[in-house]
């Protein structure tokens, strides 16, 4: 994802608690991807991408998980997707019986991924490498029902997947099970899905010494 975005920080600055916890190495659901320097900028890519590298957890103060949003998420459609989270916040803190805001909480997760714009359901395409593990997988919900073909979008998935969930705990969320898709290694440099040109250092020239090919990175 990035926060390159003063409509988005402002959303969370001012609505939003925000923490980070590092995964890698510590969960089994954790994916690896090339190097990223510090000094590079982010590299646009589709949403949900790297969705085992990273997971955006929206929280409620109960304890329960509203929204999970797996991988890289464009400001724009980030953005939607916290207004929806604080939507969810209103149900779970209201008091109507558990058995009604699940129910409301299932329906605004599936209202809300039929009403995404043509937009954000094509830029949220299964990277090439993730599709073809997908392809093996019989049971995946990226196929069509219509023909088989793992042709659905991970926006769709998701919001699906959390729907399923609802209003969960955190102690009973199964993060692993939401982002199971797609391969655990991120390949950016494999499947020209990303715009390397924008992910180079944006220091000076001769400021920092160059310590890998932006064209073609290697597995660690």
């Known amino acids: 994802m990035t926060l390159s975005d003063p409509k988005l920080l402002g959303l969370l600055h001012d609505r939003f608690v925000c923490g980070w916890r590092n995964i890698g190495g510590v ?8 190097n990223h320097p510090v000094k590079s900028t982010a590299l646009h890519t589709s949403n949900g991408a790297g969705g085992r590298n990273i997971q955006m957890l929206m929280i409620s103060p109960t304890g329960n998980v509203l929204h999970c949003l797996p991988g890289f998420w464009s400001p724009v459609e980030m953005f939607r997707e916290l207004e929806l989270g604080l939507e969810l916040l ?15 909480f299932l329906l605004a997760h599936l209202n809300h991924a039929a009403k995404h714009p043509r937009s954000t359901v ?3 395409h299964l990277q090439g490498f993730d599709k073809k593990r997908e392809r093996d997988q019989e049971e995946s919900d990226f196929r069509r ?3 088989g073909e793992v042709a659905r ?4 998935v998701m919001h699906e997947r959390m729907a399923q969930r ?27 899905c990303c715009d390397l040109g924008k992910g180079k250092p944006t220091m000076p020239k001769g400021k920092m010494k160059k ?3 932006p064209e073609g990175w290697k597995k660690n």
Not at 27 to 34: D, F, N, R
Not at 92 to 100: I, N, Q, R, T, V
Not at 153 to 156: F, R
């Open 122 to 124: 094509a830029g949220s």
């Open 153 to 156: 979008t991970v926006d769709q």
């Open 166 to 192: 609802p209003l969960f705990s955190i102690e009973k969320f199964d993060i692993a099970a939401v982002v199971d898709y797609g391969t655990s290694f991120y390949d950016k440099a494999g499947d020209g």
């Open 145 to 147: 029902k219509t023909d």
């Open 27 to 34: 969960e089994s659901y954790a994916g690896k991807s090339h």
């Open 211 to 213: 310590k890998y090919n």
């Open 90 to 104: 209103e149900i779970d803190l209201s008091d109507k019986s558990l058995a009604e805001k699940r129910d409301e």
